[in-house]
């Protein structure tokens, strides 16, 4: 172990004493479940069951839902195995509470302290281990390669930033790097920071590119389609904070006064929303106070967990979220293309600069500078119905033609997984 390992080891475990308070505070902010503060402790909430586990592992929302094509595929090809799905925040554990397949295991992920990931790793005594995205936390790959738990870091991605952090301790990158079996990364940017790092990268394979479309209630879309008649819709997906206000004025100057429904990415900030677009005169409804969605409504603050395929689903047309202003570098614009609806977005794409450069190729995507460039974009979708269809139909083939990622991570994958009827 390196000095740098070595030294970050002694200093959590001198700390880890002060977790249960950090953890308790964190609860009441909001931002622990408060019922399962022990999962975090490396106190399991669940029995293992018996024979082979396969833990999957994502931080957040993002990366823990780009996991649910892997789980999926799992379950199909192997339903002998035990799968457990970790991560670290409340918004994601409410997410996958709905979307995982009976079966499937959730717990919060240990705070990275021996004692914690010494907890979990001895109930879970996982097979193998699937890290996705950037989760390089020192105790838990260390602990979890001496327990002899193949280890894949997939869909991995690294900045160049953290690169230039990571290379200040070089011998420490090399050792995390080498305890994965298996690094697939994101894209060729990430595979050659991985390689300068000490690491191998294997291919490329973006599990943000894969997946079905999203789910949504059958009923719920009918009652909401009825209330909404023959407006047009446009969806703001997954915004941030400053872009409400000005989608909201440029929506409400299109001709035809379409419904503009926000789904804001943090669901929390909707009273909020709500009020703001209030003290602009705008005829506003909101989900959570369970507020209808009248003939008069101008916009609808969907502010729900897990309905994004309702959602987008009604939409004519989605502004994605996170590209105006800096800093967020935009969402995933293949969920309304899965769904054959076109997208139009600020200039801050930079976290899915290819993907959208494939869409904007196929006219089925656009990219403005400002939000006052948003009525220009969206009109044609508003007045003209086919015309907002063709461009969903060219979005849903350019979303089929990004899908490859999960085969390719498939055929790496399978070898590191244990044999059937194994423990």
């Not at 709905?98 to 996982?126: K, M, N, S, T, Y």
């Not at 193998?128 to 894949?152: D, F």
């Not at 063709?390 to 991570?409: C, M, Y």
């Amino acid at each position: 172990m390196s000095l740098a390992l070595a030294a970050y080891r002694g200093l959590t475990r001198l700390a880890e004493p002060l977790a249960p308070a950090l953890l308790d505070l964190r609860a009441r902010d909001g931002k622990e479940d408060p019922e399962r503060l022990g999962e975090r402790l490396g106190r399991p909430g669940a029995p293992r069951p018996a024979g082979p586990l396969v833990w999957l592992h994502g931080v957040s929302v993002g990366e823990t839902l780009s996991l649910l094509p892997l789980v999926a595929r799992l379950r199909e090809r192997r339903p002998d195995l035990t799968l457990l799905v970790t991560s670290g925040t409340v918004t994601s554990a409410a997410l996958l509470a709905e979307r995982l397949p009976a079966g499937v295991i959730h717990q919060f992920a240990p705070v990275d302290a021996p004692g914690a990931v010494q907890g979990f790793l001895e109930h879970w005594r996982p097979d193998v281990g699937i890290l996705v995205e950037s989760e390089i936390w020192p105790n838990l790959i260390c602990g979890a390669r001496a327990a002899g738990v193949q280890l894949a870091l997939v869909s991995a991605r690294i900045t160049e930033r953290s690169a230039r952090n990571w290379s200040r301790f070089p011998r420490a990158a090399r050792v995390l790097l080498e305890s994965f079996s298996l690094i697939l990364t994101q894209d060729e940017a990430s595979a050659a920071r991985i390689e300068a790092l000490g690491g191998r990268a294997a291919g490329v394979a973006n599990l943000k590119l894969a997946g079905l479309p999203l789910a949504c209630d059958p009923g719920e879309f009918a009652r909401l389609s009825a209330a909404i008649g023959d407006r047009a819709v446009i969806t703001a997906a997954s915004t941030h904070p400053g872009e409400e206000t000005p989608i909201a004025q440029a929506v409400s100057g299109l001709p035809g006064q379409p419904l503009l429904i926000v789904v804001p990415r943090h669901p929390g900030r909707g009273p909020a929303i709500a009020r703001r677009l209030r003290d602009l005169g705008l005829a506003v409804a909101l989900r959570s106070a369970a507020e209808p969605l009248a003939a008069d409504t101008q916009v609808y603050v969907a502010d729900s967990l897990g309905e994004m395929g309702l959602f987008l689903r009604l939409a004519d047309a989605v502004v994605m979220g996170g590209g105006f202003g800096q800093g967020v570098g935009g969402h995933n614009p293949l969920e309304p293309a899965r769904l054959g609806k076109p997208t139009v977005s600020g200039p801050d794409v930079s976290n899915w600069g290819e993907v959208y450069r494939d869409l904007t190729n196929a006219d089925a995507a656009r990219i403005v500078e400002t939000p006052e460039d948003l009525p220009g974009a969206l009109t044609p979708f508003v007045l003209d119905p086919d015309h907002a269809a063709a461009a969903g139909e060219r979005a849903r083939r350019a979303a089929a033609a990004a899908d490859v990622g999960l085969d390719r991570l498939w055929r790496a994958l399978t070898p590191l997984l244990p044999p059937g009827g194994r423990r």
